[in-house]
């Protein structure tokens, strides 16, 4: 299975700011995944990280707030831009491992989020 | 539209056994998931379900009824150490759709 980390792994940030996240994994992945987790919350996908294309954002986010690089197959990043206390979640970065039977994600450690 | 229905929180006893049902409609159906969360950690894969039937797992076994649109964890000889989130999640068109999870407390 994939080793996955991210930094930072918390956070605390000002209105306003951007903040930069990174996912970086031990391993060539095609599928990596964007995730957020509000307090009590489930997952929602923001978008998948595309390999030398633009990320493809679901339904509620956009590239202006969300904007996401992908430079190579181990490597991403998510920047949270011009942050409102909203945005303070738990930011998930996932690979998929798409060798069968199990199709499973694996997740990074996360990174908790709190805007003042 | 694509649903996931599982309960919000369920409580059981050190060393018993507790069912945690996940009931789905989505468009499409490619495999459903379950995931555990401890709090302040990411979700870990427990089981992946794509044929009717029971997968069993040590402890853990999870069913999948993909007619009636159903699944379930089970967890047998509970240890404290269960107490977490688990989280169903189905692939619908090989994207995955996040049931809210259902909170798991254990009591000595």
């Known amino acids: 299975s994939a080793v996955i980390s991210q930094k930072p792994s918390r956070d605390i940030c000002q209105r306003g700011t951007s903040l930069t996240i990174q996912c970086q994994v031990d391993s060539q992945v095609t599928m990596m995944f964007w995730y957020r987790q509000q307090p009590g919350q489930s997952l929602t996908l923001i978008a998948t990280a595309n390999q030398g294309s633009e990320a493809t954002y679901e339904s509620g986010f956009v590239i202006d707030k969300f904007p996401i690089s992908r430079p190579n197959l181990t490597f991403s990043t998510l920047t949270v831009s011009n942050m409102s206390p909203e945005d303070s979640s738990i930011y998930l970065c996932?690979?998929?491992?798409?060798?069968?039977?199990?199709?499973?994600?694996?997740f990074g450690p996360g990174t908790r989020l709190t805007v003042l | 539209g694509q649903n996931i229905d599982q309960p919000t929180e369920m409580t059981a006893t050190e060393g018993a056994i507790v069912q945690i049902n996940c009931t789905y409609q989505t468009s499409g159906f490619n495999g459903l998931f379950w995931y555990q969360q401890h709090a302040g950690e990411a979700p870990t894969f427990l089981s992946y379900n794509v044929l009717d039937g029971l997968e069993e797992k040590g402890r853990f076994s999870s069913f999948l009824s993909r007619s009636k649109g159903y699944s379930y964890l089970l967890l047998k000889e509970l240890q404290m150490k269960d107490s977490a989130s688990y989280l169903c999640a189905v692939s619908s068109n090989y994207q995955l759709i996040w049931g809210a999870g259902t909170k798991l407390i254990i009591k000595p």
């Open positions: 996932s690979v998929e491992d798409r060798n069968p039977p199990d199709n499973e994600q694996f």
